[in-house]
Nanobody, 125 residues
Framework: PIHLVESGGGSVLSGGSLKLSCAIDRSKYSSYCLGWFRQSPGKEREGVATIYRGSGATDYADSVKGRFTISQDNAKTMMFLQMDSLKPEDTAVYYC??????????????????WGQGSQVTVST
């Protein structure tokens, strides 16, 4: 299994920025799919961004392209989601996820077996 622990999130005004972090425990696998998902009340969970741990290839939901950036550190023990130009509709609980069996590594792929605990992001006007 892959253990994930999230940090970051919080409240911000529309147009502001937040950064989410996800600590990834040491895994014996060198390549797997990592992603950020979000869910707001009354809505289905949606994929926000993914990154393939091996190549670093990324994918984004259309709703966040140009505003959000997914990345990983050089040691590949951390994953980040930089969120800029935030909008009220970005308000949701954000989850990081990982799975070595997900392919292709895109926001519409799955299922992911391993999940972080979730972080609340609230954007107000």
């Amino acid at each position: 299994p892959i253990h994930l622990v999230e940090s970051g999130g919080g409240s911000v005004l529309s147009g502001g920025s937040l950064k989410l972090s996800c600590a990834i425990d040491r895994s014996k696998y060198s390549s797997y799919c990592l992603g950020w998902f979000r869910q707001s009340p009354g809505k289905e969970r949606e994929g926000v961004a993914t990154i393939y741990r091996g190549s670093g290839a990324t994918d984004y939901a259309d709703s966040v392209k140009g505003r959000f950036t997914i990345s990983q550190d050089n040691a590949k023990t951390m994953m980040f989601l930089q969120m800029d130009s935030l909008k009220p509709e970005d308000t949701a609980v954000y989850y990081c996820a990982a799975d070595r069996s997900v392919w292709p590594c895109t926001v519409n792929s799955g299922p992911f077996r391993y999940w972080g605990q979730g972080s609340q992001v609230t954007v107000s006007t």
